[in-house]
């Protein structure tokens, strides 16, 4: 079983910045993809961006330019960097991380951490 924890979130002014981090244990083999997905009161949850094992990244269109996730392999931990908030970036933001295991993916969710960009 793979635990995630985040941290980083919290209140910040549009135009500001933040650092979200999440870091995973427990895992008995290697970690294959990690990533970001948000949800907003009253939405789903979407995606934000990933960074597989092999250092392939991918970013939702509304964070581009903006926010940049890196990955340290050696710790299994992610990182998403956060500039240029805007109010639309509100949302409470959970890492994801997968694990193949016998030919079968497993998918880990963390308890999210909430993000507030004041506008």
């Known amino acids: 079983q793979v635990q995630l924890v985040e941290s980083g979130g919290g209140l910040v002014q549009a135009g500001g910045s933040l650092r979200l981090s999440c870091a995973a244990s427990?895992?008995?083999?290697?970690?294959?993809?990690m990533g970001w997905s948000r949800q907003a009161p009253g939405k789903q949850r979407e995606f934000v961006a990933t960074?597989?094992?092999?250092?392939?990244?991918n970013y939702a269109n509304s964070v581009k330019g903006r926010f940049t996730i890196s990955r340290d392999n050696a710790k299994n931990t992610v990182f998403l960097q956060m500039n240029s908030l805007k109010f639309e970036d509100t949302a409470v933001y959970f890492c994801?991380?997968?694990?193949?295991?016998?030919?079968?993916?497993?998918?880990?969710w963390g308890q999210g951490t909430q993000v507030t960009v004041s506008s």
């Open positions: 994801n991380a997968d694990e193949v295991v016998a030919g079968m993916t497993y998918l880990y």
């Open positions: 427990g895992s008995r083999f290697s970690i294959n993809n």
């Open positions: 960074f597989t094992r092999n250092g392939i990244t």
